[in-house]
């Protein structure tokens, strides 16, 4: 049995845990070490708009339609994706500066 | 046990409320709330100091997912409803979510006489052209020759211009911003939450389901890049001769004046009212107390 901090009984269900996004870190040839971009599956509706509106393209549809990070190194943080999407499902990385330094 | 990321949306979701949301794929409610959410952080509003008031309808579940007082209302009234918070509690920020049906139909006199009186509410009112929720009815926003399933021949109406229906009605903040403009959108309603007085902002949105299947536009991300090629920013509008800008959406800020509110002249005429009545208590108490004398 869980329970909350006022002490009710909670569902495993219920249960949502907040956790922060990973940072992104980038080394000094300018590569991305971890992932500029979470993605959260269970939320993902499959409309396609982050991957359509991506200015770099970064994020290419997987074979079910859901977006994935295919070029890491290209994301320059505009947060459109973020923006855009209407579920919630993608959050550009926590709080980066947008990078000029993007390789083509 | 679900992970979720943390960012600013996140921290105004009910999150015991069932996600992901009931809307379709590709609508844009989510994107609008999204902006609003992101509004409310920047000003730095305290969630218990808001009131978001829906009716019915696709747009009308958003106060269900956000942390504020919320309040679910009959179809076509929660400008009805929310006059009634805010008159009561004239210190919140009360913020009327709508969609077009809802707020253009149903409850179009509502939305008239809010505007007429000049009520400091922000009225947001979500334009996807359609009925969404009951199965893509013709509204009083349906282009004229649209499609829809009552109108399935083209529609024979011409659509209200919400924007210039508010103007003329007396709202004291009128703008027009879209779904794929997110950050106008969110400065838009950054500044409408700031206005003292009616602000109403008509948010064309786009319904993928049962509007764009039955008018050709394909999928959700045509939809916005058509949001995109036709519209054009009032500033630029006005620069532009009336041939090239027709067939084009005006968006943002469509027109701004100061009037008085209804709230303050309330709260005036009370206070004018119970001073006279004091005044006027002494002078039958002094009547009272020189009769007595006499």
Redesign the interface.
Known sequence: MKKNSQGKIIKESDSLEIVKVKESKVDDAGDYQESPIYIYYEWCKKCGICVAFCPTGTLASREDGAPYVKYPEKCIHCERCDMLCPDYAITGAAPGERRTNVKK | ???????V??QY?R??KK???V?????????IL??LL?AIYNLGIEKDSIAMVSGIGCSSRMPVYVDFNTLHTTHGRAIAFATGIKLSKPEMNVIVITGDGDAAAIGGNHLIHAARRNIDLTIIIINNNIYGMTGGQCSPTTPLGRYASTAPYGSLEPNFDLCELARSAGASFVARTTA?H??EAREIFEKAILKKGCSIVDVISQC?ISYGKLNNFG???EM?KWQRDNTIPVEAASKLPPEKIKGKIIRGIIYDTDKPEFTEEYDKLITHLTGELSISKNKSVNKKVTGKAN
Not at chain 2, 2 to 7: A, G, L, R, S, V
């Open positions: 046990m679900k992970n979720i990321p943390q960012k949306i996140h979701l999150h015991r996600f992901p949301h809307w379709c794929p590709g609508c844009g409610n989510g994107i999204g902006d992101r794929y997110t950050t993928p999928s959700a991300v916005l």
